[in-house]
T-cell receptor
Framework: GQQLNQSPQSMFIQEGEDVSMNCTSS?????WLWYKQDPGEGPVLLIA?????ELTSNGRLTAQFGITRKDSFLNISASIPSDVGIYFC??????????FGPGTRLSVLP | DVKVTQSSRYLVKRTGEKVFLECVQD?????MFWYRQDPGLGLRLIYF???????EKGDIPEGYSVSREKKERFSLILESASTNQTSMYLC?????????????FGPGTRLTVL
């Protein structure tokens, strides 16, 4: 099946730094979702985006739905140790199955 | 809050055994899904269901079957477990219709087949 592209694949940052990651697709989507997965756990929904150009925040997290509808971005401000994990994006169109990215692995150094 | 629960967090089975993975959601969602997650391969859809007693094959249905006898419960069955089915299994649910755009996951079951 189709898969989204996420970059970077992994990143190591210092505590307190800001983080940016993105997700791209060759197809357009009507919905973009961002999840975080801790080791050994299921993905937890962070932010859902439903409109092209939309910018949505959830605490220190901000996500944007790209204007072309083929990409989305996630930013984390002032990272803390508990931000460690894998961040997944997902795209969805009504009546179709969800499509997931391979994830960005985030490590936060103290 | 949406809650999706899975019957086991960890399972160890032997090759050839029949394995049942249970998933229950408490938000009256119509849609339920089973994925497996493997390093480097991401999330892959095994089966999904849009209604009771209804099932559809996903991308990798071979070696699996499912059962949806009640709206809140979706079971994944491995008829004869094999070592290549060792994986993390994730159940998810979502609403149907205009609100189908958000999918919620359970905590996962890590299955090891020896």
């Amino acid at each position: 099946g189709q898969q989204l592209n996420q970059s970077p694949q992994s990143m190591f940052i210092q505590e307190g730094e800001d983080v940016s990651m993105n997700c791209t697709s060759s197809s357009i989507f009507n919905t973009w979702l961002w999840y975080k997965q801790d080791p050994g756990e299921g993905p937890v929904l962070l932010i859902a985006l439903y409109k092209a150009g939309e910018l949505t925040s959830n605490g220190r997290l901000t996500a944007q739905f790209g204007i072309t509808r083929k990409d989305s971005f996630l930013n984390i401000s002032a990272s803390i140790p508990s931000d460690v994990g894998i961040y997944f994006c997902a795209g969805h169109n009504y009546g179709q199955n969800f499509v997931f990215g391979p994830g960005t692995r985030l490590s936060v150094l103290p | 809050d949406v809650k999706v629960t899975q019957s086991s967090r960890y399972l160890v089975k032997r090759t050839g055994e029949k394995v049942f993975l249970e998933c229950v959601q408490d938000m009256d969602h119509e849609n339920m899904f089973w994925y497996r997650q493997d390093p480097g391969l991401g999330l892959r859809l095994i089966y999904f269901s849009y209604d009771v007693k209804m099932k559809e094959k996903g991308d990798i249905p071979e070696g699996y079957s499912v059962s949806r006898e009640k709206k809140e419960r979706f079971s994944l069955i491995l008829e004869s477990a094999s070592t290549n089915q060792t994986s993390m299994y994730l159940c998810a649910s979502s609403r149907q219709g205009a609100e189908s755009d958000t999918q919620y996951f359970g905590p996962g079951t890590r299955l090891t087949v020896l």
